[in-house]
Nanobody, 125 residues
Framework: QVEFVESGGRSVQAGGSLRLSCAAS????????MAWFRQAPGKEREFVAA????????HYAEFVKGRLTISRENAENTVYLQMNSLKPEDTAVYYC??????????????????WGQGTQVTVSS
């Protein structure tokens, strides 16, 4: 059974930093792309960042602008999202997700078939 355990979300002041973690288990993800999405109240789920598990290639949403970094630790089967210079508009529930990939990085949520339960990030001004 595939399971993602996300952690690291909490309340922070604007300008602060957080590191989100997503520990994956239940299958081998070496041929998968792993991604972070977020969803704010009343808004659609949106793509944040993704990484190819096998190659390490990354892709970011435009609004990231160098503030966020996605990475993976193969030995621990864990994906991270380092978030710096946080803004109030970054407030959302952050989800990790996985999709089978032949090296392609996807940004549409419907492509991803495994999802975590989400972790809340709240940034106050």
């Amino acid at each position: 059974q595939v399971e993602f355990v996300e952690s690291g979300g909490r309340s922070v002041q604007a300008g602060g930093s957080l590191r989100l973690s997503c520990a994956a288990s239940g299958r081998t993800f070496s041929s998968y792309v792993m991604a972070w999405f977020r969803q704010a109240p009343g808004k659609e789920r949106e793509f944040v960042a993704a990484i190819s598990w096998s190659t390490g290639r990354t892709h970011y949403a435009e609004f990231v602008k160098g503030r966020l970094t996605i990475s993976r630790e193969n030995a621990e089967n864990t994906v991270y999202l380092q978030m710096n210079s946080l803004k109030p508009e970054d407030t959302a529930v952050y989800y990790c997700a996985a999709a089978p990939s032949g090296g392609v990085i996807y940004t549409r949520p419907y492509v991803y078939n495994y999802w975590g339960q989400g972790t809340q990030v709240t940034v106050s001004s």
